[in-house]
């Protein structure tokens, strides 16, 4: 079982930077794939990041390319959403998830592990 904890949402002004973390208890991500995804008010869950932990391998839905990092750090078993430039349209609920490893898991119903969510709201 992979239970996942969320933190590092809030309030930020667009154009500025939040640092989101989300780490595994009682199991390593080495075998798996981890993904970020929002879902933002009246809007349906979407895809944002993705991570491979064996080989890095990263993808990235196109409205955050450029301006969002995915990373990982092995040894805290954590994996991060570096948010840069933030927009308006970011704000969102922001949930991490897992999945043992895909090559590519774009869509939400592939994960079967998840976290909380935390709240982003970016004020123009």
């Known amino acids: 079982q992979v239970q996942l904890v969320e933190s590092g949402g809030g309030l930020v002004q667009a154009g500025g930077s939040l640092r989101l973390s989300c780490a595994a208890s009682?199991?390593?991500?080495?075998?798996?794939?981890l993904g970020w995804f929002r879902q933002g008010p009246g809007k349906e869950r979407e895809f944002v990041a993705s991570?491979?932990?064996?080989?890095?391998?990263?993808y990235y839905a196109d409205s955050v390319k450029g301006r969002f990092t995915i990373s990982k750090d092995n040894a805290k078993n954590t994996v991060y959403l570096q948010m840069n430039s933030l927009k308006p349209e970011d704000t969102a609920v922001y949930y991490c998830?897992?999945?043992?490893?895909?090559?590519?898991?774009?869509?939400?119903?592939?994960?079967?592990?998840w976290g909380q969510g935390t709240r982003v709201t970016v004020s123009s």
């Open positions: 009682g199991r390593t991500f080495s075998a798996y794939t």
């Open positions: 998830a897992a999945v043992r490893y895909k090559e590519k898991a774009l869509q939400s119903v592939e994960y079967p592990y």
């Open positions: 991570i491979n932990w064996n080989d890095g391998t990263r």
